[in-house]
């Protein structure tokens, strides 16, 4: 850390320090008082269970069943989900499905079954029930791939909320994934894994949980078969996992088991069946297609908590022009407010910010700017009092507006689960766009309150619209992002109506993809939170959030050259490429590590832009199929064991496969293929899967293999569009799929639909368009094949 950094951090944290701590002492005590008075009293419970079935009713897709205290209404969805929702509840209202819920498949029909239950067989599930409500989810060939057990409320005596548990039993060979952001992934293994979006107040690694961004819902894996189940439900809860045993006990299996304990809120789900890619097609269906980010947005960008002024913004960029190295995108933290408040800028400071933007978006750098929802309320600050004059600010129960600790001091937050609250919001962002920002990060929206003694969030007596509902804190907490996120997207879509908003957010729920991505949040500097970046975006992913990347080399700490570099490589291949870190962590420019560190990270950002076309398409696919650009090795035979228990690699589309290295010292590592042959792209030789290599990974690279026949969209050395070509393994045909760059605005995305066959010893591409138009003559680049250029 250089004295000027230093002598930063003093004046932003130290001097401060004192009157924060009052002050978070002081929001914990009155976030204890609200609740005490706001909450009512939890007192004796009287617990129920379904009982046993009464009668049926079919209706459209399915039917309700009534039971003895309960009663259960199934639907299958035209898409092939399936809903049940049990004491009368409905897919809707739900923040996390796009619009209406889909039409009910007409050919699924309610009847009855063995043992006094009754079944819905649709085309690619079905569903039992039993006389006890107990719910199977079987493949249309019948085997079972989730059995759920008649579920168990706890009702207090006086009236009021019940919570409920809902416990459930999987294949004994199945594996879990999902549940948002977790550090401990992406493979969950036994444990308790809580359901409330957390600020864990320092920086994180593998063993911490939960993080900034929860969500109920689980992706299964097995041999059976790949389910996703969704619990649509924001309450605060706990997902208690166990995985399987096979022949345990006299050679019995003991079958995983998910329970799931919610502290209120209605009981329903959806689960959707298939291959790992229809399942990710059918939730985004569901939940809404994945916002594309701008092409600049895929490519590096780079952060800093303490630029300190214009003229040190231009200092880096300058940095990375003079080495040559790329950049696309600079990010303003807090430290450029006035007094950390937002939508203002410190003048003195940054006394031409527009000036600034115009400079940097002629170099081809767009600038962005971080947002966070807490608003300083103090007087003469001109958004505290336009959202006192609008009534947009949190209350609680007795109707006094929340106040809480932030950055800026004492503050307030606005309510954006109130559709009016969400406009207001939204035109402020016309400030942020005057001043020339193109792009918004969204930070501290659990939402974060700083306090002493516990949660750092709002009173959950606090009181929210819901859309008109009403309810409180306990039930908006962890939709409370969600529904920012939906407010900034909108309010920049209708200050830039040309351009695609790029919005991404640290917290959220399920279907935030609407409305941009997310990133890994305060992630621990170190080897295990280098992991745990790799972690987090996989299981976004897999929960239907495909952009999402981590600080590199973590947010509060000084990496070491090889961990910096390292961390950099993995990054050059995940969605967001962002170096960021705070003030007091020093430096993260490329050259701040030494001429060798210097060389290599310039390669993997020569190539990130050589890839730029690739991330492009990717982008584009995941918005039309749900499927995340970097997913899972698994992702195409999640039959295979080995690959289900692979966490240090990942596919980029489907045509990379990506083994970053997460251990210091490694210069050589293992890689678990899938079927089919790969190839290395460095050196170019062939390996045959499924199975185990051991291939070199030097400090100058990671490992990154090609699938053979795939084709990959490419910068060209003059900037164009080519086509990078791995030969085919004989007696195999590849392909892919190519779509242009349609610019940032909101053109309809072109695909372009590749073969590619082996015919006299010579590689043959043909393409062509939606619709059956030949595709575009474009250069290829043959590789795998001896090293050569061709023409369609």
């Known amino acids: 850390m250089e004295a000027r950094d230093l002598v930063r951090s003093v004046k932003a944290v130290g001097s401060a320090g004192a009157v924060r701590t009052v002050r978070t002492v002081r929001a914990a005590w009155r976030r204890r008082r609200a609740d005490a008075r706001g909450l009512p009293p939890r007192g004796p419970e009287r617990a129920r269970v379904p009982g046993a079935v009464v009668d049926a009713e079919p209706r459209p897709g399915g039917g309700v069943l009534r039971f003895g205290r309960s009663q259960l209404r199934v639907r299958v969805a035209v898409n092939g989900a399936v809903f049940w929702g049990w004491d009368g509840a409905g897919p809707e209202p739900s923040y996390a499905l796009a619009g209406r819920c889909p039409e009910p498949d007409p050919r699924a029909v309610l009847e009855p079954d063995k043992d006094g239950g009754w079944r819905v067989v649709a085309e690619r599930v079905t569903v039992t029930v039993s006389r006890h409500g107990a719910i199977q989810v079987c493949t249309p060939g019948g085997v079972p791939l989730r059995r759920d057990l008649p579920p168990r409320w706890w009702e207090p005596v006086g009236g009021g909320a019940a919570r409920w548990t809902q416990r459930s039993e999987v294949a004994a060979d199945a594996r879990f994934f999902g549940l948002g952001g977790r550090a401990s992934g992406p493979r969950l293994r036994d444990g308790v894994y809580r359901l409330w979006n957390t600020d864990p107040g320092r920086p994180f690694g593998p063993g911490d949980d939960p993080l900034y961004l929860t969500m109920p819902v689980q992706l299964v ?84 908590w303490g630029f300190g002024d214009e003229q040190e913004v231009r200092r ?138 516990g949660e750092t969030t709002l009173p959950r007596s606090a009181r929210h619209a819901l859309e008109g509902r009403g309810g409180d804190h306990r039930e908006a907490h962890n939709v409370y992002a969600l529904c920012m996120a939906r407010a900034g997207y909108e309010g920049v879509r209708e200050g830039v109506p040309e351009e695609r908003p790029f919005v991404f957010s640290r917290s959220g729920w399920a279907g935030m993809q609407r409305y941009g991505g997310t990133w890994s949040g305060a992630v621990a500097t170190g080897w295990p939170g280098l992991r745990a970046s790799l972690s987090l975006v996989l299981g976004l992913g897999l929960c239907g959030v495909p952009y999402s990347g ?22 050059s291949y995940l969605p967001l490429f962002r170096t960021h870190a705070s003030v007091r962590a020093g430096r993260r420019e490329p050259w701040e590590f030494g001429a060798e560190v210097l060389g290599h990270a310039r390669v993997a950002l020569v190539e990130r832009r050589r890839l730029l076309p690739y991330f492009v398409t990717l982008a584009q696919l995941a918005r039309r199929t749900g499927a995340p650009y970097v997913r899972p090795v698994w992702w195409g035979a999640p039959e295979d064991r080995a690959l289900r228990d692979c966490e240090d690699a990942f596919l980029l589309g489907d045509a990379l496969l990506v083994a970053p290295v997460l251990e210091a010292g490694a210069e050589r590592r293992g890689v678990r293929l899938p079927r089919g042959r790969w190839y290395d792209t460095a050196t170019g030789r062939a390996y045959e899967g499924p199975g185990q290599v051991v291939v070199d990974a030097p400090l100058a690279r990671i490992p990154v293999f090609a699938r053979a026949g795939a084709v990959i969209p490419v910068r060209g050395d003059h900037g164009g569009l080519e086509l990078e070509v791995w030969a085919p393994a004989p007696g195999r045909a590849g392909g892919g ?56």
């Open 316 to 453: 880096i960029v300058a940095g990375y022009h003079e080495r040559g190295l790329p950049l696309n995108a600079v990010h303003l933290d807090i430290d450029h407010y006035d007094a950390h408040q937002v939508f203002t800028v410190d003048q003195d400071r940054f006394p031409k910010l527009p000036v600034l933007a115009e400079e940097l978006r002629r170099d081809g750098i767009r600038l962005v700017s971080i947002v966070d929802p807490a608003v300083r309320a103090a007087p003469g600050n001109a958004v505290f009092e336009a959202g006192t004059a609008e009534d947009v600010f949190v209350r609680d129960a007795s109707g006094s507006v929340v106040r809480g600790v932030g950055w800026p001091g004492e503050v307030v937050f606005p309510d954006f689960t109130h559709a009016r609250v969400r406009e207001w919001w939204g035109g402020l962002y016309e400030e942020r766009i005057a001043q020339g920002f193109a792009g918004f990060w969204h930070d501290m929206n659990e939402p974060t309150s700083f306090a002493a003694f």
């Open 221 to 304: 894996v097995a041999d059976a078969g790949t389910h996703l189940v969704f619990h649509d439900n924001s309450f605060d809860g706990t997902v208690t996992l166990r995985e399987g045993v096979e022949g345990a006990g006299s050679g019995h299996d003991r079958a995983g088991t998910s329970e799931l304990r919610m502290a209120g809120g209605p009981l329903r789900c959806w689960v959707v069946v298939g291959t790992p890619a229809r399942v990710a097609q059918v939730w985004a269906s569901l939940t809404g297609a994945a916002a594309v980010p701008p092409a600049w947005a895929l490519g590096h960008q780079h952060a800093r």
């Open 737 to 792: 799929l190519v779509v242009p760059d349609p610019g940032d605005g909101w053109a309809e995305a072109q695909v372009e639909r590749y073969t590619v066959r082996l015919k006299d010893g010579r590689v043959v591409v043909e393409g062509e368009r939606e619709g059956g138009a030949q595709a575009p003559s474009r250069p290829v680049r043959v590789r795998g094949l001896g090293e050569g250029r061709g023409q369609m």
């Open 550 to 571: 981590p600080d590199v080399g973590g947010f509060d700490g000084c990496p070491s050259p090889e961990l910096y570099l390292r961390w950099f490589q993995l990054a």
